[in-house]
């Protein structure tokens, strides 16, 4: 069953699913954690716990009053043994907490809820509690994201399983193997909204998640296997590719009757709901140029270097370490720890890492070909490097997504992405200024 | 990432496309080479130094005007495009200081001056051409029919039915080195449309406006046909303005340049159907048998216009390609 509809533009990159086929394997107990206070968007959490202190699995131990935030566990069980500002995988310093094993691996247990006979306001209180964030990169707060404001009708829900980046395959595997426990998040997420359409959307290169995924539904819901396009999974394509809806500018998918949440996202409602467990765990592919490539199930704040070791450790000298995809993920310059949006560990070595020359912009137009929102890079990037940054508005410059299809395409190797997020900042502080 | 690693950090993505702006230029130049070995082989070797020395000069000059410029010269193939596009569209009988004057003429004005690569308005050998027909009239229109070099009119000025529409499809007519042959042109135009090299709109509505329009405005136009062998006049007549003169180049080869055209689908049909318009009124109204060149040239100064007027739509709103802004 195909939508019909298409989004964009977009690009067609290799995509090196090297783990594709590898079951998720649980990976072993660090010996330390670390867990950064901001793990999603929103505000930073109080730590509620001192240092010293004792903590189990499951223990909630920091949490904050704003109401876009999301609280934090302890995801191992052990000694807190120091609270300081560290490096997260977005490039933030954020203050975090640092807790070593005690190896015993003990659970403070939550109780679920039947999710039938529950109220909206009791299900979202379990999904506030347990710490549920996106878990398709962004971390948004998911009891924020499933609370739409007063007047906005949801009528559809997209499930997300495009995981349309190269290399990762952390939705694609659970979505073979835990379709069952995706499909009750999405009627959890179906009753709160209210909303009377739930939608799966997977791409077509993964045509074993799109079988099982029909199998779980058993025909309640529509399962869709769309054309595989990069960036499919970003959700404002996936809602036009979907639904042939668009989403304002500055505007978010409520304003179009949607609501789009991952497929790891739904999983972790359905544990937070049905079983009370809290968001400790996640999927996360290693990949790229390490021995043994994998999704492996893993503790948030194990830090990557423990996991790529687990994976066999590099293929070669390393030359990046990449949170995220290779189209939109961000290269580390430290070791940092997995936090509840890292869906990938992506290594490369020398032999991917190729310094090119920059070359002139011979206008070729691929950029604006590619470009899934209908702008113009080339021109953006001109109005840029010329200062002019009040020009880059008219050119619609706050729409870019940032999902690198002009880079990717652009045959002079212009950092087309670079030079339009530095024109964003700049512009955002000239409004900032204004004010 | 142990202590000591030297670790990357760049901006995102981080895998790029195989596609360089070299490689574009290369893959036109091999589309080129059957015009180029067509050209050798209906006009012989001088047709050979010609290209050579236009090579070699637009080389040349890219080189010493960029270091009088101050920037560094980077063989990025774009001169040796230049060169070989400006002899392609030279009588096969002009003295070798032409390409020479001409290649350097075109390089040096008609792109350096404007800043170098992508910086230019007009199609550099297209400036080179201008200039040389403009300077030496006489020595830019002295025509020889191809294998044995007697002094001949290109079919275009002697008129529709001056040749058999099979010896223009192949190149067995007097003309430019590269510009005779519509079939050596159209394997090198299929080349580049099938790598997505170049977009399949500019030479279909280019050659297509040419074609349409003389259905109306030839020597035989639709509108008097009254029988079926009129009709077929009127269609041969249309086709022999698609294949005379440097159509086939210029739809190809030329209005299919990047920096000197459109950025945007829309852009390049309206930059293809202006230019296809331009060549019939030059054609049948103007005071040259060709048009080819300056119908681009002129849309070449439509360029920064187009793309400032055509815009793709913009995600979640209704403006589309008029206005913005």
């Known amino acids: 069953m195909l939508s019909g509809f298409k989004f964009r533009g977009g690009i067609h990159p290799d995509y090196f699913k090297l783990t594709a086929g590898s079951r998720v394997r649980r990976a072993d107990l660090p010996k330390e954690v670390i867990l950064p ?6 505000a930073v959490c109080e730590s509620l716990i001192e240092e010293g202190e004792r903590v189990k699995v499951g223990q909630k131990i920091a949490d904050s009053e704003s109401p876009v935030s999301s609280p934090i566990h302890a995801t191992i069980s052990g000694t807190v043994a120091e609270i300081s500002v560290r490096s997260t995988p977005t490039g933030e310093r954020v203050r975090s907490i640092r807790i070593e094993s005690d190896g015993r691996d003990r659970w403070l247990k939550g109780k679920g809820i039947d999710p039938e006979k529950s109220s909206r306001e009791e299900i979202l209180a379990k999904i506030r509690e347990n710490g549920i964030v996106g878990l398709g990169g962004a971390a948004f707060p998911t009891h924020v994201k499933l609370n739409p404001p007063e007047g906005k009708r949801v009528d559809t829900v ?3 399983g495009a995981e349309c980046e190269p290399y990762i395959t952390a939705d694609h595997r659970l979505m073979v193997e835990e379709s069952r426990r ?3 998040g999405a009627k959890i997420i179906a009753k709160v909204l209210g909303a009377e359409r739930v939608i799966f959307a997977v791409e077509d290169n993964k045509p074993d998640a799109v079988e099982r995924l029909r199998k779980a539904t058993s025909g309640d819901f529509e399962v869709l296997a769309l054309k595989t396009k990069y960036p499919q999974g970003d959700e404002r394509h996936l809602i036009k590719a979907v639904l042939n809806r668009e989403v304002p500018p500055g505007g978010l998918p409520f304003d179009v009757g949607v609501v789009v949440q991952n497929v790891g996202t739904a999983k972790a409602i359905c544990d937070a709901v049905c079983d009370g467990i809290p968001l400790v765990e996640r999927v996360v592919t290693v990949t790229g140029d390490v021995r043994k490539p994998g999704n492996l199930l893993v503790r948030i704040g194990t830090l990557f270097s423990n996991l790529i070791e687990q994976c066999g450790g590099p293929v070669g000298a390393v030359r990046k370490v990449i949170s995220g995809g290779p189209m939109m993920g961000i290269a580390q310059s430290e070791d940092v ?8 560990i992506l290594v490369f070595s020398e032999r991917r890492v190729v310094e090119e020359e920059e070359m002139p912009c011979i206008r070729c137009g691929r950029c604006v070909d590619v470009c899934p929102m209908g702008l113009m890079p080339f021109m953006i990037r001109a109005l840029v490097e010329k200062g002019k940054f009040d020009a880059c508005s008219e050119y619609d410059i706050m729409s870019c997504d940032e999902c690198g299809c002009c880079a990717y395409v652009c045959p002079a190797k212009i950092p087309l992405v670079q030079i339009i997020k530095r024109g964003k ?4 502080s000239a409004k900032e200024v204004g004010r | ?8 950090v760049s901006p995102s993505p981080h895998v790029k496309d195989a596609i360089s702006v070299r490689g574009i230029m290369s893959a036109v130049i091999v589309a080129l080479i059957p015009a ?10 001088h047709a050979l130094a010609v290209i050579i020395a236009s090579i070699l000069s637009a080389v040349g000059t890219e080189f010493v005007a960029l270091k009088l410029m101050g920037r560094k010269f ?7 495009l230049t060169g070989l596009l400006l002899a392609l569209c030279l009588p096969p009988t002009v003295p070798l200081w032409m390409p020479i004057v001409g290649a350097a003429f075109g390089i040096a004005i008609g792109k350096c001056a404007f800043g170098g690569l992508g910086h230019n308005i007009f199609n550099p050998a297209l400036v080179g051409r201008v200039f040389l027909a403009l300077s030496w009239p006489a020595l830019m229109t002295r025509w020889v029919t191809p294998f044995d070099a007697v002094s001949t009119a290109t079919p275009l000025a002697k008129g529709f039915g001056s040749v058999p529409i099979f010896d223009l499809f192949v190149g067995n007519v007097a003309g430019c080195i590269g510009e005779t042959s519509a079939l050596a042109i159209l394997i090198g135009g299929a080349f580049l449309i099938a790598m997505r090299y170049i977009d399949w709109r500019v030479p279909l509505f280019y050659i297509g406006t040419v074609g349409f329009l003389m259905l109306f405005l030839g020597q035989n136009s639709i509108l008097d046909a009254s029988d079926l062998d009129s009709l077929v006049e009127v269609g041969k007549e249309s086709l022999f303005h698609m294949f005379a003169g440097g159509l086939f180049l210029g739809a190809f080869f030329m209005a299919t340049d990047y920096v000197t055209t459109p950025m945007t689908k829309l852009g390049r049909i309206i930059f293809a159907v202006g230019a296809g318009i331009l060549v019939v009124a030059i054609r049948t109204v103007g005071g040259y048998p060709e048009g080819v060149a300056f119908s681009i040239l002129i849309m070449n100064g439509f360029t920064p216009l187009i793309d400032r007027v055509i815009k793709p739509r913009v995600y979640g709103t209704k403006r589309g390609f008029v206005g913005g802004g």
């Open chain 2, 36 to 45: 180029t070995v067509s050209g050798i082989y209906l006009f012989g070797l």
């Open chain 2, 1 to 8: 990432m142990k202590e000591g690693t030297k670790l990357v």
């Open chain 1, 37 to 42: 206070l901001r793990q999603h968007v929103g």
């Open chain 1, 182 to 184: 995706i499909v009750r």
């Open chain 1, 337 to 344: 720890p997995v936090i509840k949006g890292t869906n990938c």
């Open chain 2, 74 to 80: 980077v063989m990025d193939g774009s001169a040796v």
């Open chain 1, 425 to 428: 900042m700049a512009l955002a």
């Open chain 1, 158 to 160: 997209i499930i997300n």
